[in-house]
C-alpha cells in the first residue's frame, strides 16, 4: 500500500508540473523568440537526463545502447524535440494560453488513427465517436475566443499539427525496447546538435533578454525532465497503471488556474465547454 500511495503522488507531482506548462510557454515566448526557448528548454533537459543516468550509473551503458539503436534514435529524435516542439511553441506564439494548451490534449484522437495504420488495423467506430466529440470541443473552444482572446487561423493550424506529430513520435516509439529515460536522453542528445546549430543560425541577441531565462530553464527542467521521470516511476509502482494515467485529466483544469493566476489572462466561459467535449471525447474513447 506504502508503494501504491508513493506511486500516486509521484503521478500527482507530475501532472501538477505539467499543468504549468502553458503558462511557462508563454511567458518565455513573450521574451524570447521559439528556438531560443527550445535550445535552452532542450540543454537543460539533456543535463537533467544525463546527470539521472550517471547516478544510476547507466551511462555509460545508455551510450552502448545508443549504438544499435542510432537509426530509430535518430527519427525519433527529429520528432521530439525538434519538430514537434518548435511546431507546439509556433501554436503557443499564435494563441492564448487557454485555446492552444486544450487543443494540444487532441493529441490522443491523431494516436488512435496513427496507431491503426502503423499496425494495418481498422480504426473503431468508438474512435471516430471520440474524435467529433473532440473536435467539436475545438471549434467550441475557436469561435468562443474568437474577438476576446489571441486566435489566429495558423496558430489553429500549428497547435493540431503538432499532435499528428507527437501521436507520430509515440506510434514509432510503440515498438522500442530502450527504457524510457534511456531513449529521451538518446533523443535530446542527437537534437542537440540540430537545435544548436538552428540556434546560431536565427540568431543569439535573445540571450540578452535575462526575463526568458527563468521560464526556459522551468521548461527544460520541469515540463521536459523532472515530470516525465516522476511520470513514469509513478506507471512502474502502482498494480494499476489507469489509476494513475486517469490523474492526467486534471492537468488542463488545473492549468486554467494558472493562467488565470500567472498569465491575467481572463477564462472565456466558453473555454471549460469546449476542453470538457475534448476530455469527454477521450473518455468515450478509451472506456471499456
Known amino acids: 500500500m506504502a508503494r501504491e500511495r508513493q506511486g500516486m ?60 539503436y542510432w537509426r530509430r534514435a535518430v527519427l525519433l529524435a527529429l520528432l521530439n524535440p525538434v519538430v514537434y516542439y518548435f511546431t507546439l511553441f509556433g501554436a503557443y506564439d499564435q494563441l492564448s494560453a487557454q485555446i492552444a494548451q486544450p487543443i494540444n490534449y487532441t493529441w490522443a484522437f491523431v494516436l488512435s488513427l496513427v496507431a491503426a495504420l502503423w499496425h494495418k488495423a481498422p480504426v473503431r467506430v468508438r474512435d471516430w465517436q ?3 466529440l473532440g473536435y467539436l470541443g475545438v471549434v467550441v473552444l475557436v469561435l468562443g475566443g474568437q474577438g476576446r482572446l489571441e486566435v489566429t487561423g495558423l496558430g489553429v493550424f500549428l497547435a493540431i499539427l503538432s499532435t499528428l506529430f507527437w501521436a507520430g513520435y509515440w506510434a514509432i516509439g510503440m515498438k522500442d525496447r530502450r527504457p524510457p529515460l534511456v531513449a529521451m536522453f538518446h533523443h535530446f542528445l542527437l537534437a542537440w546538435p540540430v537545435l544548436t ?11 540578452f533578454e535575462r526575463a526568458g531565462w527563468g521560464p526556459a530553464l522551468y521548461i527544460g527542467l520541469f ?43 481572463p477564462i472565456v466561459f466558453t473555454t471549460p465547454i469546449g476542453l470538457v467535449l475534448i476530455l469527454a471525447g477521450q473518455w468515450w474513447q478509451h472506456r471499456r
Open 223 to 265: 515540463e521536459m525532465g523532472l515530470a516525465f521521470l516522476l511520470w513514469m516511476t509513478a506507471l512502474k509502482q502502482v498494480s494499476n497503471t489507469a489509476r494513475v494515467a486517469n490523474l492526467i485529466f486534471i492537468a488542463p483544469f488545473l492549468s486554467l488556474v494558472w493562467v488565470t493566476w500567472i498569465l491575467d489572462e
Open 130 to 132: 471520440g474524435m467529433v
Open 9 to 68: 503522488l509521484f503521478g500527482l507531482l507530475a501532472v501538477l508540473l505539467w499543468s504549468t506548462v502553458a503558462t511557462a510557454f508563454k511567458l518565455a515566448l513573450d521574451v524570447w523568440p521559439l528556438h531560443g526557448v527550445l535550445w535552452l528548454a532542450a540543454t537543460v533537459s539533456l543535463l537533467f537526463f544525463a546527470a539521472v543516468l550517471a547516478h544510476a550509473g547507466a551511462l555509460p551503458g545508455s551510450l552502448r545502447v545508443l549504438r544499435r
Open 197 to 207: 546549430l538552428l540556434m546560431v543560425w536565427f540568431g543569439t541577441d535573445f540571450l
